[in-house]
């Protein structure tokens, strides 16, 4: 699309599900969901432009540049409308989508997302920082990177907690071996992140997930955006559905497949797609909030107890 590889890839049928990666991954990183997550639906998850194997131009690496490549993407496969998945970094790419095409997001599901406080783990902050793409230059040449990346597998097959992520750092790590990709995730982290931490939030425009079911997931042990923003989630739009799991931590769909599985098919299953209203749409920006007296009626959200 516009010149550029995209890679994806596109299996199931039924509803469509649209999965959107982290800072650094790529559509590996939902590799323990995808089939389950195929029985009931039209999986899509995409490598993000200048992760995985799509191609790493320079280029618009914005939270709006994203949302209009995913918009593209499901016009090429022929998908009207999705629920949105993101992670990370992607939560921030599928709040943005939802805000620019509301129209084709039927439902919104964070996990561990960004955009719901400024607070960060300090190494995404130092990706940001000038020098980046040169620092990183030695520290993945070939022996430093297999023995840095081995060492991290290790301190993840010790089962402490702190190190449960490692094992998803190190292939994040691996991938900034080539420089095109290095200078790519620095590009996406300026956009959104800078020393003091998040930029983007969410907070502003919150009010507008009252057309909009939410459902926010969090691993409780999660070290590289708090848990403590689930709450945060819940405080900006309290219709949301919020689930804490615990044991889990930055990548709760990987922690705990079945769990996470089990959770959106029953978000989904319960929340009614989203109805695009222009005229609703218009109040709410007017009002920053459901017009007293409006005739259609919010969409209703489950709520359930956060499992523990």
């Known amino acids: 699309m516009h010149g550029h590889r995209r890679a994806f890839v596109k299996t199931g049928s039924g509803p469509a599900v649209l999965l959107l990666h982290g800072l650094g991954a790529d559509h590996t990183t939902w590799g323990p969901i995808v089939d389950q997550l195929a029985r009931r639906?039209?999986?899509?998850?995409p490598d993000l432009l200048g992760h995985g194997q799509s191609a790493k131009p320079r280029a618009d690496y914005t939270?709006?540049?994203?949302?209009?490549?995913m918009r593209d993407l499901l016009t090429v496969?022929?998908?009207d409308k999705a629920t949105l998945v993101g992670h990370s970094f992607g939560?921030?790419?599928?709040?943005?989508?939802?805000y620019q095409f509301p129209e084709r997001t039927e439902r919104?599901?964070?996990?561990?997302?960004?955009g719901l406080g400024p607070e960060v783990t300090p190494v995404i902050r130092a990706i940001?920082?000038?020098?980046f793409e040169l620092v990183m230059a030695p520290l993945t040449m070939p022996g430093v990177r297999h023995v840095a990346a081995a060492a991290m597998r290790a301190l993840k097959r010790t089962g402490i907690k702190e190190f449960r992520d490692f094992d998803e750092v190190a292939t994040i790590y691996e991938s900034f071996r080539e420089y095109d990709a290095r200078s790519a995730i620095a590009h996406v982290t300026r956009a959104v992140v800078d020393w003091r931490g998040q930029i983007v939030t969410m907070a502003d425009r919150a009010y507008l997930t009252e057309a909009m079911p939410l459902c926010v997931i969090w691993g409780e042990d999660d070290?590289?955006?708090p848990a403590s923003h689930a709450s945060l989630a819940a405080e900006l739009a309290p219709g949301a559905r919020v689930e804490l799991i615990a044991n889990a931590g930055h990548f709760p769909h990987k922690d705990h497949p079945e769990r996470f599985v089990r959770i959106l098919n029953d978000f989904i299953r319960k929340s009614p797609p989203a109805a695009y209203s222009r005229a609703r749409f218009r109040s709410l920006l007017r009002n920053g909030r459901v017009p007293a007296g409006a005739t259609e009626q919010p969409v209703e959200i489950a709520t359930v107890t956060p499992i523990r």
């Not at 639906?41 to 998850?45: D, G, H, S």
């Not at 939270?63 to 490549?69: D, R, S």
């Open 91 to 98: 939560g921030g790419v599928a709040m943005q989508f939802a």
């Open 108 to 114: 919104l599901v964070l996990v561990g997302s960004g």
């Open 41 to 45: 639906y039209t999986v899509i998850a």
């Open 128 to 131: 940001s920082t000038p020098g």
């Open 223 to 225: 070290r590289v955006i």
């Open 63 to 69: 939270l709006g540049g994203y949302a209009n490549g």
């Open 77 to 79: 496969l022929g998908i």
